[in-house]
């Protein structure tokens, strides 16, 4: 369980992929308490080993931390698809940040996995670019991935 209703949200506009690091460094901030500081230097430390938008419009943040103790993730809708030097050359509008604790191991990768597989699903991916409210994307993650949420 590692997404909360608070932590989806739709943005009107980020108008990088840095700019996006901050959004999600902020969000996970507001609704995990997470230090949004060290949030966004990690999400963009690990950008750096190598891209993390996985293609079909869709980006996989994720990052480490020190000062979590289980895993948290942050959903975020764009209304404007920005570059992000994904695998298929495609701008990213859904992305799915997540938050490890430093030492979590293999949870990490699981997580990583499951939000993976889950967004791989085109369908799904449909239903949430059709569905800009914060509360219906939820509804349709929750349905579709029972773990995902807490």
Excluded: W
């Amino acid at each position: 369980m590692i997404l909360k209703p608070g932590a989806v949200r739709v943005l009107a506009a980020a108008s990088s992929k840095k700019r996006l690091m901050h959004e999600l460094g902020d969000i996970a901030h507001a609704v995990y308490g997470v230090d949004a500081q060290a949030a966004i230097d990690a999400l963009l430390e690990r950008e750096s080993l190598g891209p993390t938008g996985v293609g079909h419009g869709v980006a996989l943040p994720h990052a480490r931390l020190d000062d979590i103790d289980r895993v948290v993730g942050v959903l975020v809708l764009l209304e404007k698809p920005i570059s992000f030097n994904a695998v298929d050359r495609q701008p990213v509008d859904l992305a799915f940040a997540l938050f490890a604790p430093r030492e979590s191991g293999v949870e990490h990768l699981k997580a990583l996995a499951l939000v993976s597989r889950t967004l791989r699903d085109a369908q799904l991916c449909a239903k949430l670019r059709a569905n800009p409210d914060p509360a219906t994307l939820y509804t349709i993650l929750t349905e579709s991935q029972s773990v995902l949420v807490s």
